[in-house]
Each structure stands twice: as structure tokens, then as C-alpha cells.
């Protein structure tokens, strides 16, 4: 059984002409050998835009990727979806199958979202691209999607004292999107940026300090 505390200070930063991304593991030259992958997550990156910045046309192939807008308007195009505009509190949902091509840009200021990559060997009905919008109840974990067999992802907004459950699982990743946590027996107090890692560990309950939005992964291996 592990914790492992992930501090904002301790991600990998890259800065471009109106765009920062903060990677939580090894990307590209930004290379850590002891941070390649946590399960099936190979990405975990916080990208915050700038109006009509982002990423031009680009491929992936043998992955699903989830995108959770924090603010602004996130603007999808590709092979798959076509236009999307995806806002604050939807979700994206890329399933890339043998390859795809597409680009991401912000369509409005200080665009900001959390976007991971779960890597699959399985067999789908091939790429697509579909925008989740979940009835988030406050205070509590809501499951937003699961888009792999085994791999689940929450987001709890949580108020001032407000406390929730993390899922029992063989992996969760904890993101604290906003807000801060309480001090509690795992650690400090965590603030934005920061994450809890936890292996093969019972479920542990987290408080939020400020008004907080949560970002969970729950992983079955």
C-alpha cells in the first residue's frame, strides 16, 4: 500500500507563445524514467490557453483520451467530431482506434483544461469523439465517464468543510483542479495542482478547505 503526494512545484513545465502545460509524467523531452505511466494513464497534462492558442493538426493512434474543461471553451476539429466546442464542466472523450487526426485550440481567454491519455491494445468500433456533460452533484464524487474497461473518471465539487470519499481501487489519482485540501493523516495541505497517488490503499475521505474542484481516476489494475 502507497501514498505518493504529487506537488504542483514537482510537475514538468512547458511554456510556447500564449500556452503553458504542466505534465504530471514524462512527455515528449520532458523526460522522468520514474514518471512514464500510472496504470493505464501515460498523460496527465493541465494546458492553459491563451484566446486561438492550442495545438495544431495533429495524430494519435492506440489511445483514449478524456479532456476536462476547468474554463473557457475548448475547440475540437478532426477526423473524427468535426467542430466541437467543448465548455467548462463537459467532458471529451477521444477514442483514437488505429489513428486519427485533429487540432485543439482555445476559443475564448484563459482557457484552461486537464486532459489525460489512457493507453489501449483493445479493439473498438473504431475512432470517435463524444462530449460528456455530467449532473455534478455538489459535495459529492460524480462519475463523469468510464472509457475503458476497468478505468473510471470522477469530479467532485466539494464547498468549505465538505468531505468525500475517494473510490477503493487497485490506482487512484486524486487532482485537486481548484481549491485546496485540508490537512488529513496522508498530508499536508494540498492546493491546485497538487494530486494524491494511491496504490492498493483503502479508501480515504478528503476535505476541502476552499471551494474545490476534484478530478479522480480510479484504476481496477
Same mark, same amino acid.
Not at 514537482?10 to 514524462?26: C, W
Not at 467548462?88 to 476559443?107: F, I, K, W, Y
Not at 494524491?196 to 484504476?219: G, I, K, N, R, Y
Given at each position: 500500500? $502507497? ?57 494519435? &493512434?492506440?489511445? !483514449? ?27 471529451? !472523450?477521444?477514442?483514437?482506434? *488505429?489513428? !486519427? ?9 484563459? /482557457? ?19 462530449? !460528456? ?29 465538505? $468531505? ?12 485537486? @483542479? ?13 492546493? &491546485?495542482? *497538487? ?11 478528503? /476535505?476541502? @478547505?476552499?471551494? $474545490?474542484?476534484?478530478?479522480?481516476? @480510479?484504476?481496477?489494475?
Amino acid at each position: 500500500m $502507497t501514498v505518493e503526494i504529487r506537488r504542483a512545484s514537482a510537475r514538468l513545465t512547458e511554456r510556447a507563445p500564449g500556452r503553458a502545460t504542466h505534465h504530471s509524467l514524462s512527455f515528449g523531452p520532458h523526460l522522468d524514467p520514474d514518471r512514464l505511466r500510472f496504470g493505464p494513464m501515460v498523460c496527465h497534462d493541465d494546458h492553459l490557453l491563451a484566446d486561438g492558442q492550442g495545438f495544431p493538426e495533429h495524430g494519435h &493512434s492506440g489511445l !483514449v483520451i478524456v479532456s476536462w474543461v476547468v474554463s473557457g471553451a475548448l475547440v475540437h476539429a478532426g477526423t473524427v467530431g468535426g467542430d466541437v466546442v467543448v465548455a467548462p464542466g463537459q467532458a471529451a !472523450v477521444l477514442r483514437t482506434g *488505429d489513428g !486519427v487526426e485533429h487540432s485543439e485550440h482555445a476559443g475564448a481567454p484563459r /482557457t484552461r483544461f486537464v486532459q489525460v491519455w489512457l493507453a489501449t491494445d483493445a479493439d473498438d468500433d473504431g475512432p470517435s469523439y463524444d462530449v !460528456v456533460e455530467p449532473a455534478l452533484v455538489p459535495g459529492a464524487l460524480t462519475e463523469v465517464v468510464a472509457p475503458l474497461p476497468g478505468a473510471r473518471f470522477s469530479v467532485a465539487r466539494l464547498g468549505i468543510g465538505e $468531505t468525500v470519499a475517494l473510490p477503493e481501487a487497485a490506482r487512484v489519482h486524486a487532482y485537486v @483542479a481548484t481549491g485546496a485540501l485540508t490537512r488529513s493523516s496522508l498530508a499536508e495541505p494540498l492546493a &491546485s495542482g *497538487d494530486a494524491f497517488e494511491l496504490t492498493d490503499h483503502p479508501s480515504v475521505s478528503v /476535505t476541502a @478547505a476552499v471551494p $474545490t474542484e476534484l478530478l479522480v481516476w @480510479a484504476f481496477d489494475a
